[in-house]
């Protein structure tokens, strides 16, 4: 996937294998050396919680990009899967959600840059302690040049609206500003990115590993990858990439520290707030396909079918069973993050 705005984008599609070590399933605590860490903990343990006996909304997106160059097979049947799901599984209503998807008749219903952000301010709209909003993204996601200096890779994730060749991409400053930051303590949010380059595609400055620790050393990764990517580029005689790569590693490691904890500032949520995402934001996630579900996202089947097969599990545990679920088959790797400190060993509920 293309980080220029205006880019032709390829088919999302399923990724060759690939040899990742596995991981172990387990439990981890969240507390930390770092006294700043000590303290957001603190204070996330005072914060109430979502109750989830208020409202219930979901948005539901699934854009196939139909008649274009980089149209997809599984998004709009992921929304149906998803609804299924939801209806099925965690008691929501069909007339508290908004669909959307490319093959409606209904133009309040297509996935446009207008209905999208216009659908994620009614989803967060008037919201209150103990009620429980869900939102899902299946198709295309991008990166572009990060401008307002809040990124430690320097690029911002964005999603794509069917007419985002027109319309423009909505970036996640943009979903952190509209389904984040409202809302109130007690009030809870569950997104679900299944799209590329969706790592943190809400912001969310809290990272989380399948043992339920939160991830300290984003920025020593990024700095690392980097300088990886540079003697890659270098031992394949690319000397101008191999600088380029070297000076970003440079930066990220004087300048990333100062921008993580800025992000915690301006991006964290004193609502539970909780994203899963297909991958990580240096990767692509997969348009495929299942016998029994037919065209599919793989991120989007992997999280229905490890909920449906047991609905009492922890959050980091189905971090790790969805990993599992996709490990061996697909160049990605879900992530788990959130808009406030929490204890990922509590049971996944919305």
Same mark, same amino acid.
């Given at each position: 996937?293309?980080?220029?705005?205006?880019?032709?984008?390829?088919?999302?599609?399923?990724?060759?294998?690939?040899?990742?070590?596995?991981? =172990?399933? *387990?439990?981890?605590?969240?507390?930390?050396?770092?006294?700043?860490?000590?303290?957001? /903990?603190?204070? !996330? $343990? %005072?914060?109430?919680?979502?109750?989830?006996?208020?409202?219930?909304?979901?948005?539901?997106?699934?854009?196939?990009?139909?008649?274009?160059?980089?149209?997809?097979?599984?998004?709009?049947?992921?929304?149906?899967?998803?609804?299924?799901?939801?209806?099925?599984?965690?008691?929501?209503?069909?007339?508290?959600?908004?669909?959307?998807?490319?093959?409606?008749?209904?133009?309040?219903?297509?996935?446009?840059?207008?209905?999208?952000?216009?659908?994620?301010?009614?989803?967060?709209?008037?919201?209150?302690?103990?009620?429980?909003?869900?939102?899902?993204?299946?198709?295309?996601?991008?990166?572009?040049?990060? =401008?307002? *200096?809040?990124?430690?890779?320097?690029?911002?994730?964005?999603?794509?609206?069917?007419? /985002?060749?027109? !319309? $423009? %991409?909505?970036?996640?400053?943009?979903?952190?500003?509209?389904?984040?930051?409202?809302?109130?303590?007690?009030?809870?949010?569950?997104?679900?990115?299944?799209?590329?380059?969706?790592?943190?595609?809400?912001?969310?400055?809290?990272?989380?590993?399948?043992?339920?620790?939160?991830?300290?050393?984003?920025?020593?990764?990024?700095?690392?990858?980097?300088?990886?990517?540079?003697?890659?580029?270098?031992?394949?005689?690319?000397?101008?990439?191999?600088?380029?790569?070297?000076?970003?590693?440079?930066?990220?490691?004087?300048?990333?520290?100062?921008?993580?904890?800025?992000?915690?500032?301006?991006?964290?949520?004193?609502?539970?707030?909780?994203?899963?995402?297909?991958?990580?934001?240096?990767?692509?996630?997969?348009?495929?396909?299942?016998?029994?579900?037919?065209?599919?996202?793989?991120?989007?089947?992997?999280?229905?079918?490890?909920?449906?097969?047991?609905?009492?599990?922890?959050?980091?545990?189905?971090?790790?069973?969805?990993?599992?679920?996709?490990?061996?088959?697909?160049?990605?790797?879900?992530?788990?993050?959130?808009?406030?400190?929490?204890?990922?060993?509590?049971?996944?509920?919305?």
């Amino acid at each position: 996937m293309g980080s220029d705005s205006q880019a032709s984008l390829p088919p999302r599609r399923p990724l060759r294998p690939t040899g990742n070590p596995s991981l =172990t399933p *387990g439990g981890g605590s969240l507390a930390s050396s770092s006294p700043q860490v000590n303290s957001l /903990y603190q204070q !996330a $343990g %005072q914060v109430q919680q979502s109750q989830l006996t208020g409202r219930r909304r979901a948005l539901l997106i699934g854009i196939n990009y139909i008649g274009q160059t980089s149209a997809l097979k599984g998004c709009i049947n992921d929304v149906h899967n998803i609804k299924s799901f939801l209806i099925d599984c965690f008691s929501f209503r069909e007339c508290d959600m908004v669909i959307l998807t490319d093959d409606s008749k209904d133009p309040r219903s297509l996935p446009t840059r207008a209905n999208l952000t216009r659908a994620m301010h009614w989803l967060v709209s008037d919201a209150r302690p103990n009620d429980s909003y869900f939102f899902h993204f299946s198709g295309h996601g991008s990166q572009v040049v990060d =401008t307002s *200096g809040d990124e430690i890779d320097g690029y911002d994730e964005t999603i794509l609206p069917v007419d /985002y060749k027109t !319309a $423009g %991409q909505i970036t996640d400053d943009e979903m952190n500003d509209i389904m984040v930051r409202p809302l109130p303590q007690g009030c809870r949010l569950t997104a679900i990115f299944d799209s590329c380059h969706s790592g943190t595609a809400l912001d969310l400055p809290f990272v989380y590993d399948q043992y339920g620790r939160l991830v300290q050393n984003q920025v020593a990764e990024l700095a690392t990858q980097s300088i990886m990517k540079a003697g890659m580029s270098y031992l394949s005689g690319d000397v101008l990439s191999a600088s380029k790569s070297i000076f970003s590693g440079l930066k990220t490691a004087v300048t990333g520290s100062k921008i993580q904890e800025r992000q915690k500032q301006l991006k964290s949520s004193m609502g539970d707030v909780i994203m899963f995402s297909g991958c990580e934001d240096s990767q692509t996630s997969a348009d495929t396909y299942n016998y029994a579900v037919g065209n599919t996202g793989a991120m989007s089947h992997a999280l229905i079918s490890v909920l449906r097969s047991n609905h009492r599990q922890t959050y980091s545990q189905v971090l790790t069973n969805v990993r599992q679920f996709l490990r061996g088959k697909y160049r990605q790797t879900p992530q788990l993050s959130s808009g406030r400190l929490m204890d990922m060993n509590q049971v996944f509920t919305m």
